[in-house]
């Protein structure tokens, strides 16, 4: 049973050092790995094992199932062997956050395998970190179906929940956790990201504060109290916390794109582009990602770049409007109107809801004279829009004044 | 005329609610006052900007000079100040709460101008005071922003004051618990202002990572 469990912690230990160095030839290393695997096994002081059964639950020590008793076999060992060769195959693609990967690997798991706290966690995470937050929401759920007693990933879950502003299942989640267990990390991290839903940044920070103390290496709190800083704009803070971060787990991208968020607001771009260049490096098909370093180079007036930046953005997740949506606001820095106002208008016919297009349009179809057309998408701008009237109304009042700029109020 | 100027004081003077510090609006708003340097006129040993600052209303600034009493917030950069809120007690500091607190703001020392005057009677708890820019102008330091809402141009400033004129019962020095200065809370997602806030879910789910 130790043999097993160890060889399981291998595998996890293996797959980490492999994302970590980013190896290419992971087939390669992956069949002979599978083979010293089965050696290991048969080495491992002769304790028989038997395949299925639990064997995914690596954590918690849940493990045991694994080696639950049996005849020592060639098949039974083979079995394990398979199971973990697939787990280790989509631990390594979903820490080089290959996420499509990781999830075709996950999927050839037997129900029983996939039916299983760590699986559909690591399963919620693939889908969460390619900013797919309902089937995220999904697999996490039905982690904590499986495995009611589960406290890791939930962290994960409130966060889905936090992106996908659902206030009162994240209000009832924190309930029931910090009912269940107040002494885990987790468990203020969800309480901490439903504050932050309310927009009460402060009560927040304390939360994830707690969760930071008890647990110094949870790289996840850093990360969530650096974005809770960022709110209350204590730049200096958020900085520090998102160093704390990096120091604990460096390939926490999350944390790089923090600090380049941080010092794209504060205009020092260049720091901003190598922050969000660090991050890209770590999850390489990650569109938000390329969408921010494309806002950046437009913003140090490197256009063809930012363009060919966005346009691979759009090419990786084609669900992402924002792509489409900087690519027009790079174009019309340009004065590339026309293509400008071709480009929103896909993004408008594939989002038809969202003001910011209308505006941008509206904004564009000045410039081309067509003051027409501007009034009409300023007006649908202002119909959709119920908070930031004033900018909108600023423009509309503007519109028959061709020598002004929107830019120059500022 | 001594009934008179009672009888205008009387509107202008609402029943001093009490508030908790969690009635301060946070959600709107954020304190702003850890990026500035405070600095007191006078101050007894021990109860100077640290207790004036520290969160806690059971320590507070006692003033140890000649009048005006006066708390100067400088910023490093101008500031967008919308709102300053006092903890004070007359039940416990009496004679010391102050009844007139004069704010002033500018670029410096020197080119402070009058933002607002507020009378108090008897307070107890959080006395908000909502600031705007003081009309026609002023100063060279303080803006009329056109973009500030319906409620009038945003005050903006690098230095501002704020004059303990006097206190109840013609007291000397002055007592005050806590000070917090509010600026407003822009949207954590924005990134370019002349762009407007994304308000579908389909924007929202990659407007950022967490």
């Given amino acids: ?410 | 005329m001594a009934d008179d100027s009672q009888v205008s004081q009387q509107p202008a003077q609402p029943p001093e609610a009490k508030t908790e510090a969690s009635e301060l609006d946070y959600v709107t708003r954020r304190e702003i006052g850890r990026e500035a340097v405070w600095s007191l006129s006078s101050a007894k040993p021990g109860n100077g900007v640290d207790q004036l600052r520290d969160d806690s209303t059971d320590t507070y600034w006692q003033s140890d000079g000649g009048q005006p009493h006066l708390i100067n917030i400088q910023f490093h950069k101008k500031m967008t100040v919308v709102e300053i809120a006092f903890h004070l007690d007359f039940s416990s500091d009496e004679s010391y709460t102050p009844k007139k607190l004069s704010i002033r703001a500018g670029s410096s020392f020197h080119d402070l101008v009058e933002v607002t005057v507020k009378e108090l009677h008897e307070p107890v708890g959080w006395v908000r005071v909502p600031l705007f820019a003081p009309g026609g102008g002023g100063a060279a330091a303080i803006a009329a922003d056109a973009a500030g809402g319906a409620e009038g141009p945003v005050l903006r400033a690098h230095f501002v004051q704020i004059c303990v004129v006097a206190m109840h019962q013609n007291g000397r020095d002055t007592h005050i618990r806590q000070v917090k200065v509010f600026g407003p809370r822009l949207a954590s997602v924005q990134h370019d202002p002349s762009l407007l806030e994304f308000i579908s879910p389909e924007f929202e789910t990659f407007a950022c990572i967490r």
């Avoid at chain 1, 996950?106 to 299983?116: M, V």
Wanted: neutral net charge.
């Fill in chain 1, 1 to 410: 049973m130790m043999a097993a469990l160890a060889v399981v912690k291998a595998a996890h230990a293996t797959s980490v050092a492999l994302a970590a160095r980013g190896e290419a030839e992971q087939g390669d290393t992956m069949t002979g790995w599978a083979a010293k695997l089965q050696e290991s096994c048969r080495d491992g002081g002769g304790s028989p094992i038997r395949g299925g059964g639990g064997g995914a639950r690596r954590e918690g020590g849940g493990g045991g199932d694994a080696a639950a008793a049996g005849v020592g076999s060639g098949e039974g060992v083979r079995a394990v062997a398979a199971l973990l060769l697939v787990l280790s195959k989509a631990y390594q693609h979903l820490m080089q956050f290959r996420c499509p990967e990781a999830l075709q690997e996950l999927g050839r798991l037997p129900p029983q395998q996939y039916c299983t706290g760590w699986v559909l966690h690591q399963v919620g995470r693939a889908y969460f970190e390619r900013a797919d937050y309902g089937n995220a929401k999904s697999a996490l759920e039905s982690m904590q179906r499986y495995d009611p007693h589960r406290m890791e990933g939930l962290d994960l879950l409130s966060t889905t929940l936090w992106h996908l502003k659902r206030d009162v299942e994240l209000s009832y989640l924190a309930q029931k956790v910090s009912e269940f267990d107040r002494r885990s990390p987790q468990t203020w991290c969800v309480v901490g990201n439903c504050f932050s839903l309310q927009k009460e940044h402060e009560t927040a920070l304390r939360f994830f504060q707690r969760a930071i103390q008890l647990d110094a290496d949870m790289t996840y709190a850093y990360t969530l109290c650096g974005h809770e800083y960022v709110a209350n704009e204590d730049f200096d803070k958020a900085v520090a916390c998102f160093r704390m971060a990096i120091r604990t787990d460096r390939r926490h991208y999350n944390a790089w794109y923090g600090l380049g968020s941080i010092y794209h607001r504060q205009e020092k771009y260049d720091m901003a582009e190598y922050h969000f260049r660090r991050a890209l490096k770590i999850n390489p098909q990650s569109s938000v990602l390329r969408v921010y370093l494309g806002m950046v180079l437009h913003a140090n007036k490197r256009y063809l770049e930012a363009l060919d930046m966005l346009e691979l953005a759009s090419k990786s997740e084609p669900r992402n409007p924002q792509a489409s949506f900087q690519r027009a606001n790079v174009l019309m820095s340009m004065e590339r109107y026309a293509e400008a106002l071709r480009e929103l208008e896909v993004v408008r016919d594939n989002v038809p809801k969202e003001s910011a297009v209308y505006f941008l349009m509206g904004k564009v179809c000045k410039k081309l004279g067509q003051t027409d057309a501007a009034m009409r998408h300023f007006t649908i701008a202002l119909d959709l829009h119920n908070k930031d009237k004033n900018l909108i109304k600023a423009a509309v009042d503007r519109l028959n004044d061709p020598d002004m700029d929107e830019e120059e109020k500022f």
